[in-house]
């Protein structure tokens, strides 16, 4: 294949694939990922899925999508606006219009723009043709006869030849980002190396789209993303959800105890049961409730069986959880609960992603109820989050709640796959068989942590539950002056956890004109504005919180040392509300979007810019 | 003695080795205390290893009673004794594990759990204090008191029809049903070993007297003066026989059960049905579980005790035949398995 003698390099490229629920938009994207990392690109992946299973065809509620950005620095989002756009039909063209930068590519397939499927989209008319894209660069290929007549050889039918439709448009992307067509055939023929026909099928359209592009002139200038400089390893591409249960299984492995999930499918939260459920050669238990309740009981139970015992949810889980996580307090059990948020209240949004369950998280229980609270920050980060969560939680007998949300769980990065050896150490406070101080309520008196004496062992027979119990003997009691002793007990051993945890860093000075504060999935896409205005040589800073219950150490510290802080978050400003409690000497600012979406750069450095410009706050 | 993956105790166990050192705080005269001599009884028979027996409840009178047994155990809270359980089993398959739970915990707010534990048929044994009403709470209504019963919250008499629970058991597919007067304490024994020795989720209602907020609530069943034609006392193998001078017999006449007189109006011995618990189809121990005054006794004793496979038991066996078939034997092995790049 000759390779196209003139292209420009540019830093980063963000790509959509859009197009019908069955027009494979998921394989495509994911096969130009993965070849852009087998290249040695950076890049962050975001699917973008229609909320029904089956819309009808061609109408805007089927669309589905695929966004990757790829990039020759380190790339922290799949990216706000696309510079190409593959379209696959009206409909996925109309939702995804505004989403194009303006002089950006669009690859569209010509023969889908027919009478009927416009008028189901709502155009009046044909944008290939009216001048509405004039602002773009326009490709208009011809992809479905294209695809029927260059497979014709093949003798298949039309139906199963236009199932490779999304080769062919993917071989124009490849072309117009010089991209190796070796490495995409060897994916091919790893999924496909069992269906000899269907393989050559799209290895024949791949291949037709790379040499249409090539001999058609609109295509003009083409680009080429140069290699990243990774850090010297083997990398996967991993989503959120699936580093959360990889993460759980090395905490499991590494702390010598048996994992356990029990948990109901919800969105986005179930690829972490689906994922679990994959790995029982690992020896991990999962089962599947019959409802949240009984996802936490269950994991209580085998939390006190000796197990690293999780359940996972996403919003409206977590509200039927509330009263069984009082139990694991009571009781010091290690358990973490897994809350892969999305937009609510109520059921809310599904599908779309935000961060509006803090509050449940910190509060959410009757009674004192203190439980740790961390986040993770990208897809690859949930990995280490839930093996610190698993970590926290056995080495302090007490309930965690790792936040993830559904743009991290769905989203996808690189991963530096590390040894499970090389990770942190999990001593879990197991009690002796037939140790005669054994107490259930008896605790070290540095950490306050009680031990886990586990069924089946010598001795140690003894009871616990959700009842108000005496200190170190666990009996049931009712006594005025031992209740609040043990409110206090139970808040001082999670606050004495802040001692383990690592302190908060600031990504820039200690001082500056602006602190922007965040936590959790935004992480990505905060830094991506602040980096570029610190290489503009504003005092601009960010802090970016993981841990949320309790703060690390540093916190007042960090947040003091700047003249104004300003707190962004997708939602009505829970953590601001948090941090003012906390530290109320602090003039907050505060940022906040809630439309089931990400924030986006431009945003950001318009607001960032306005702060360090103004002289009040 | 009971054989299965559970560990024998290698010592001879007695009574004393269960007995707790907590105060038993239920009312006197409580058929609780009962139920837990019973306990008291057939667990050093059972013969496991006394660390291998687990008692989980909810909330209720019922639910305080690990407390009252030395053993581990969990007071969990109302209404998810069978699902905190499930952990417990599928964590460790060798407990020997027991469920503590009232009327209210297992059929109203936890009715849910209720019947996914039995329909998976988890290897699990449950004591169901069936005294038709709250206790704990003091004296509301629950969902087997009887319509028409005046209660703290139904002044005016209930208009709610109330669970069998032996319908509601054999309707979530329930492999071991057994019912016993909690004044009976040999009945109850006997039935506890039976439980434990059944491979699955073993239901056992007993019916308690609330002497506090519903005493006398199966009298017509328990009572001295008519037990003797309430009380069908079930043996497999054997005819259904009850009545003073066991003179009396279940027979099955069209699709009902009759109460027949043996010799009278041409009834004879072999028109008794003769109880086969292990029967797999339900439809006679559902009948059995249904039957009841004023014409017909309540059965007592084991009604059913089907054998089919268990959840725990299908775990382990899904477990262990995904680690034969798999590459995949540590998590470095799945971290570096499907598409990887290298980076030098
Ligand atoms: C979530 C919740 N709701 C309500 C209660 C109050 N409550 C405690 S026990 C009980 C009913 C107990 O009845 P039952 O299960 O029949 O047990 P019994 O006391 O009769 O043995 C209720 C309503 C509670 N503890 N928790
Ligand atoms: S209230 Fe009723 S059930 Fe509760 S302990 Fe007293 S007698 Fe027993
Ligand atoms: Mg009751």
Known sequence: MTKKATFKNKESVVIKFVGDSGDGMQLAGTLFSDTAAVFGNDLFTFPDYPAEIRAPHNTLAGVSGFQVQIGSEKIFSPGDLCDILVAMNPASLKTNLKWVRAGGIIVTDADAFNEKALEKSGYESNPLEDGSLDVYRLVKAPVSSMTRSSLSHLKVSARMAERSRNMMALGIVSFLLNQDLDATFKFLEDKFGSRPQVLELNKTALSAGYNFAETIEAIGTTYKVPKASLKKGTYRNISGNVATAWGFLAASERSGRPLFLGSYPITPATEILIELSQQKALGVKVFQAEDEIAGICSAIGASYAGSLAITTTSGPGLSLKSEAIGLAVMTEL???????????????????????????????????CPVIVMAASTPANCFYYAYEAAKISMEHMTPVILLTDGYLGNGSELFRIPQVADLPPINPPLAKANDENY???????????????????????????????????????????????????REEKVKKIAEKIPPQKITGEKTGDLLVVSWGGTEGSILTPVKALQKEGKKIGHAHFNHIMPLPINTREVLQGYRKVIVCELNNGQFVKYLKTEFPEIKYLQYNKIQGLPFFTGELTELFNKLIETEQT | MISNRILQSEQELSKEDFVSDQMVKWCPGCGAHAILKAIENVFPEIGYKKENFMFVSGIGCSSRFPYYVNTYGIHGIHGRAAAIATGVKLANPGLSVWIATGDGDSMAIGGNHFIHII???????????????????????????????????????????????AGLVMGAQGTFFARVPDNNI?????????????????????????????????????????????????????????????????????????????????????????HDRYEKNPGIHRMLGKMGPPVLPVALGVIRSAEFETYDDMVEVQIESAREQTEIKSVDDLLKSGETFNVT
Not at chain 1, 358 to 366: I, K, S, T, V
């Open chain 2, 186 to 274: 040999k009945m109850m024994t006997e039935v506890m070993f039976e439980a434990a020795r059944h491979d699955g989720t073993a239901v056992i209602e007993i019916l308690q007297n609330c002497i506090i907020f519903a005493d006398g609530t199966h009298s017509q069943v328990t009572g001295k003066e008519v037990r003797d034609d309430y009380q069908l006392h079930l043996k497999h193998g054997e005819p259904m026989l009850y009545g003073k001078n066991k003179e009396k017999g279940i027979q099955m006449k069209g699709q009902k059960l009759q109460g027949v007189v043996v010799g009278l109006n041409g009834v004879e011995m072999e028109d008794i049905l003769i």
């Open chain 1, 334 to 368: 290690p358990l973490v609960i897994v809350n892969v948020q999305r937009a609510g209240p109520s059921t809310g949004m599904p599908t779309k992603s935000e961060q509006s369950d803090l509050l449940q998280a910190l509060y959410g229980r009757n009674g004192e």
């Open chain 2, 119 to 165: 329909r998976r048929n988890l290897d699990v044994n449950i004591l169901l204090f069936n005294n038709q009403i709250y206790g704990l709470t003091k004296g509301q209504y629950s969902p087997t008191t009887p319509i028409g019963s005046i209660t703290r919250t139904s002044p005016h008499g209930t208009v709610e029809h109330p669970f069998v629970t």
């Open chain 1, 439 to 489: 107490k259930p309520y008896r605790r070290d008196p540095e950490t306050l942590v009680r031990q886990w004496a586990i069924p089946g062992t010598e001795g140690l027979r003894h009871r616990i539950g959700g009842l108000e119990k005496t200190d170190i003997y666990g009996t049931v009691s009712t006594d005025p002056q031992n209740h609040q002793m043990m409110i206090g007990i």
